[in-house]
């Protein structure tokens, strides 16, 4: 085959292959409130399982399971975590549901199945091209190994961790507002003063 020849086909390959993009976008925009295809994520999990180096997915949880871990694991998790993967790992937050792709629900099989180790390299590095921070301090972590502890208790989390995590979130500006103002109002103290409702002039 000629160079021509050759130079014409990748040309024509690559006019098909923006042609297809343009449809898509088209089609679908960029929004991130779709949900990814099938495929789309099973290429994506597939490309992520072959970034993290094998002896990283192997390595064992050096934190040991014992209630006080899972504990601070859960802590940390209603503080970083949830406000993208709901207290329950369902994903179920409305930063959650904005992002492309998803929080998956970390106690299905896809996420549990994961090793100790692949678990802990994500929470540290993060995943690229996603809403998924890196959580890494740049040292091993014994953090990260908690949170490990606390995905694998996920599944069993009861309503009071639940109740507890709810009250370890991070307030928000009306959060507190809401809080000071009833801290007053059981403290006796005169309803606050209107003065943003009322301009003076
Ligand atoms: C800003 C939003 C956000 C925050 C905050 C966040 N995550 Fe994620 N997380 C994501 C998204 C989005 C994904 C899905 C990435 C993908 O599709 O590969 C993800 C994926 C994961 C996964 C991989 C699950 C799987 O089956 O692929 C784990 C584990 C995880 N997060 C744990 C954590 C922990 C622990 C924290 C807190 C230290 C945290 N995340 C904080 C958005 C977030």
Request: glycine share 6%.
């Amino acid at each position: 085959m000629t160079r021509a020849r050759l130079i014409l086909i990748f040309l024509l390959v690559l006019l098909a292959a923006a042609a297809w993009t343009a449809r898509q976008i088209l089609h679908h925009g960029l929004s991130a409130r779709a949900t990814p295809t099938r495929l789309e994520t099973a290429l994506a999990r597939n490309v992520r399982h072959l970034a993290i180096p094998a002896n990283a997915r192997s390595l064992p949880n050096p934190v040991l399971a014992a209630p006080q871990a899972v504990r601070e694991g859960m802590l940390h998790f209603a503080d970083h975590c949830a406000a993208c993967h709901a207290n329950d790992g369902s994903g179920d937050t409305p930063y959650g549901q904005g992002l492309f792709p998803k929080p998956p629900d970390l106690r299905r099989p896809a996420t549990q199945n994961l090793s100790d180790g692949e678990l802990f390299w994500i929470i540290e590095n993060g995943v690229r091209f996603t809403g998924m921070p890196a959580f890494s301090d740049h040292g091993q972590s014994p953090d990260s190994w908690k949170l490990v502890r606390f995905i694998r208790h996920l599944p069993q989390l009861t309503p009071a961790e639940r109740a507890e995590m709810a009250r370890n979130n991070p307030k928000t500006a009306a959060d507190r507002a809401e809080e000071q103002e009833e801290e007053n109002f059981l403290k006796g103290a005169s309803p606050a003063p209107e003065t943003e409702m009322h301009h003076h002039h």
